[in-house]
């Protein structure tokens, strides 16, 4: 059964960088689509990078700061944040689909500090 970890969450200064992972159980690249979300207190959830074959996908409130990559090596797909600002805060979480099957972490937490 596919299962996904996320490590990397953090306390950060506006303006700093932090790089989550998300480890899978089964190889990554058998994922697709894969893709990071957040969920802030008192608001919805709101996806903030989707890969698939075809490529990475941006809303506009996170594109050219934010990065979304896979490891085959370390079977992990990861997430590069840059220049974060405190409406970045909230729990990330992964999610992939395998064999039809939705799999989600269990969230790391990023905080922005202005």
């Known amino acids: 059964q596919g299962r996904l970890v996320e490590s990397g969450g953090g306390l950060v200064q506006a303006g700093g960088s932090l790089t989550l992972s998300c480890q899978a159980s089964?190889?990554?690249?058998?994922?697709?689509?894969m893709d990071w979300y957040r969920q802030a207190p008192g608001k919805e959830h709101d996806t903030v990078a989707i890969?698939?074959?075809?490529?990475?996908v941006y809303p506009n409130s996170v594109r050219g700061r934010f990065t979304i990559s896979v490891d085959s090596a370390k079977n992990s797909l990861n997430l590069e944040m840059n220049d974060l600002k405190p409406e970045d805060t909230g729990v990330y979480y992964c999610?992939?689909?395998?064999?039809?099957?939705?799999?989600w972490g269990q969230g790391t937490q990023v905080t922005v500090s202005s």
């Open positions: 999610h992939g689909l395998l064999r039809g099957v939705n799999y």
């Open positions: 890969i698939t074959s075809e490529g990475p």
């Open positions: 089964e190889s990554i690249v058998e994922f697709s689509p």
